[in-house]
């Protein structure tokens, strides 16, 4: 059975009305959760790039990566859940992951359920929420992985049309 159903969630995401890039977070993490999420991509055998600027290398360890010195490249992972959805992983700071997807490649029932699947599988991984925010609007999230429910819940009524 599905997390959400299309119907419930299309609203979240209308691109004309909700913009293009929501922001995906997971919340309190650390170095240990970062290196947890790269091994969880290497064991799905997700498709994934690591890039510094413009430079494709080897994925390194979490510990390099955050640890990098001031006015380095910035790095970023993308991964393929799936062939034709895409995350990118920006490495910030180390107490919070965050990722973008984009959600003209999340439309309809197959396309969601792809993303439910990866948020639970993340939020599974490091036992912690894993939330999206509209694009623009951090720190209201309208759906995201409950740990304690083990699913994607929405957080968010959209409005009654």
Do not use: N
């Not at 991509?41 to 080897?58: F, H, N, S």
């Not at 599974?124 to 694009?135: W, Y």
């Not at 951090?138 to 759906?143: K, Q, S």
């Not at 957080?155 to 009654?160: F, I």
């Amino acid at each position: 059975m599905a997390d959400l159903l299309w119907a419930d969630v299309a609203y979240f995401f209308d691109t004309d009305l909700r913009g293009v890039l929501p922001d995906v977070r997971v919340p309190g993490t650390s170095v240990e959760d970062w290196q947890a999420l790269l091994d969880l991509v290497a064991e799905r055998g997700w498709r994934c790039e690591y890039a510094e600027g413009q430079v494709v290398l080897p994925v390194p360890s979490a510990r390099t990566v955050l640890s990098r010195p001031a006015g380095a490249e910035y790095p970023e992972l993308r991964v393929w859940p799936s062939t034709d959805v895409l995350a990118i992983f920006r490495f910030s700071a180390a107490d919070e992951i965050d990722f973008d997807v984009d959600l003209r490649e999340l439309q309809g029932q197959e396309r969601l359920d792809i993303l439910c699947r990866f948020f639970r599988d993340i939020g599974r991984r490091l036992g912690k929420p894993v939330l999206m925010d509209p694009e623009g609007d951090y720190g209201h999230p309208v759906l995201g992985f409950d740990v304690d429910a083990d699913r994607v819940v929405l957080l968010a009524e959209p409005p009654v049309m």
